[in-house]
């Protein structure tokens, strides 16, 4: 089962670009990654998914370098209403229906 | 619009009592699951099931137990509530896919349990 690692918090101001790393040393040859983002009382939402290079939708960017030991979510010129925890998954090629979410990283956007 | 539903929002329950949390999607999706998340935990993964009546450990299973007897529905089962097991409850569910490649995964809104 690959872990992840994530930075426990991280601050950022309004319009900004932000960038999250997640830290996958263990991938496996046939696992994508995923990122999901969670508002407070609310269940957690899809944002993107890649397998390698980049990946870019509506809300974010995601970069996964060649190695694909590791990958960068990137939401461009952030809003307060971005503020939110973000979880980095990558796929269980021992059981491929999992969904095992680390610990996330919490952004906070200040005006 | 896709939707998965749990059937309570807050939830209060004794010390001994047995619980039922029920979770039901519209997306004829294969596979569910449940989740309970405690602050600074994240989420944790109790069981899930990728089919009608089958089901699979995931990392806390301790003190639940599931039942999937149809595909749109997936019950959680606190056989004796305890108060450790107060908590925010979330069911999800989504489509088979192939290995290594987790599809696109739709969350219920949560059932704050508490147990007294």
């Known amino acids: 089962l690959a872990k992840t690692t994530q930075p426990i918090s991280m601050d950022s101001y309004e319009g900004q670009e932000v960038n999250i790393t997640c830290s996958h040393n263990?991938?496996?040859?046939?696992?994508?990654i995923t990122w999901y983002q969670q508002f407070p009382s609310q269940g957690p939402r899809f944002i993107i998914q890649?397998?390698?290079t980049k990946v870019t939708n509506e809300v974010a960017s995601l970069f996964i370098p060649a190695d694909r030991k590791s990958s960068t979510l990137s939401l461009p010129r952030v809003s307060l209403s971005d503020t939110a925890v973000y979880y980095c998954?990558?796929?269980?090629?021992?059981?491929?229906?999992?969904?095992?979410f680390g610990s996330g990283t919490r952004l906070l956007v200040r005006p | 619009d896709v939707k998965v539903t749990q059937s309570s929002r807050y939830l209060v329950k004794r010390t001994g009592e047995k619980v039922f949390l029920e979770c039901v999607q519209d997306?004829?999706?294969?596979?569910m699951f449940w989740y309970r998340q405690d602050p600074g935990l994240g989420l944790r993964l109790i069981y899930f099931?990728?089919?009608?009546?089958?089901?699979e450990k995931g990392d806390i299973p301790e003190g639940y137990s599931v039942s999937r007897e149809k595909k749109e529905r997936f019950s959680l089962i606190l056989e004796s509530a305890s108060t450790n097991q107060t908590s925010m409850y979330l069911c999800?569910?989504?489509?088979?896919?192939?290995?290594?490649?987790?599809?696109?995964?739709?969350f219920g809104q949560g059932t704050r349990l508490t147990v007294v």
């Open positions: 890649g397998y390698k």
């Open positions: 099931s990728y089919d009608v009546k089958m089901k």
């Open positions: 998954l990558v796929g269980d090629t021992g059981s491929s229906y999992k969904l095992i």
């Open positions: 263990n991938i496996a040859t046939n696992d994508y």
């Open positions: 997306m004829d999706h294969e596979n």
């Open positions: 999800a569910s989504s489509l088979n896919s192939a290995e290594g490649m987790n599809t696109e995964a739709f």
